[in-house]
T-cell receptor
Framework: KAGVTQTPRYLIKTRGQQVTLSCSPI?????VSWYQQTPGQGLQFLFE???????NKGNFPGRFSGRQFSNSRSEMNVSTLELGDSALYLC????????????????FGPGTRLLVL | QKEVEQDPGPLSVPEGAIVSLNCTYS??????FMWYRQYSRKGPELLMY????GNKEDGRFTAQVDKSSKYISLFIRDSQPSDSATYLC???????????FGTGTSLTVIP
């Protein structure tokens, strides 16, 4: 079974631009979560989507947005990029939202490394 | 104050050593506690998870949770060079999929 895939893997943008990142979850997984990882802050939760609906949202400004499609693929968008947005953006999928059990944990993709100049 | 605190290290140990990794937290509502391992240029992968207080063992790995002290630990016995990675603790209240992560501890096991 294929794992979580994220595209692109690397991205360089300049301040003020916008960017769209894509995530394809494991087949059959309906929950997709997005995280920002930086050396100073670690992994910070951005938002979670389940069945095309945003279920949870972290403490990030409105410049960060996302959506989920009917096939569970998800995109996140960052508008008006700032230097501080440089980070590794990780997507994680799970079988059920809020369901617990070892087999229903989150599976992370390799991430998209974004550099804002 | 961050909800989850983790010593970033780096930690360097000889092969075969016992490694102790720790996190503290402030939110008493956390019920689920997890340890992830992240190799360079990869996403985190789940190592172990524990519900509430107590110990859980899986091979060379032991996870401990002390909710009264808001303190969790991961012990690695007979450490191997392949254990060299960043270890992240994570916590969840058990409602929804919002995880709170530590910043990670970088571990190097020297052959």
């Amino acid at each position: 079974k294929a794992g979580v895939t994220q595209t692109p893997r690397y991205l360089i943008k300049t301040r003020g631009q916008q960017v769209t990142l894509s995530c394809s979850p494991i087949s059959g997984h309906r929950s997709v979560s997005w995280y920002q990882q930086t050396p100073g802050q670690g992994l910070q939760f951005l938002f979670e989507y389940f069945s095309e609906t945003q279920r949870n949202k972290g403490n990030f400004p409105g410049r960060f947005s996302g959506r989920q499609f009917s096939n569970s693929r998800s995109e996140m968008n960052v508008s008006t990029l700032e230097l501080g947005d440089s980070a590794l953006y990780l997507c994680a999928s799970s079988l059920l939202a809020g369901a617990w059990g070892f087999k229903e944990t989150q599976y992370f993709g390799p991430g998209t490394r974004l550099l804002v100049l | 104050q961050k909800e989850v605190e983790q010593d970033p290290g780096p930690l360097s140990v000889p092969e075969g050593a016992i490694v102790s990794l720790n996190c503290t937290y402030s939110n008493s509502a956390f019920q689920y506690f997890m340890w992830y391992r992240q190799y360079s240029r990869k996403g985190p992968e789940l190592l172990m998870y524990t519900y509430s207080s107590g110990n859980k063992e899986d091979g060379r790995f032991t996870a401990q949770v002390d909710k009264s002290s808001k303190y969790i630990s991961l012990f690695i016995r007979d450490s191997q060079p392949s254990d060299s990675a960043t270890y992240l603790c994570a916590m969840n209240q058990g409602t929804g999929n919002q995880f709170y992560f530590g910043t990670g501890t970088s571990l190097t096991v020297i052959p």
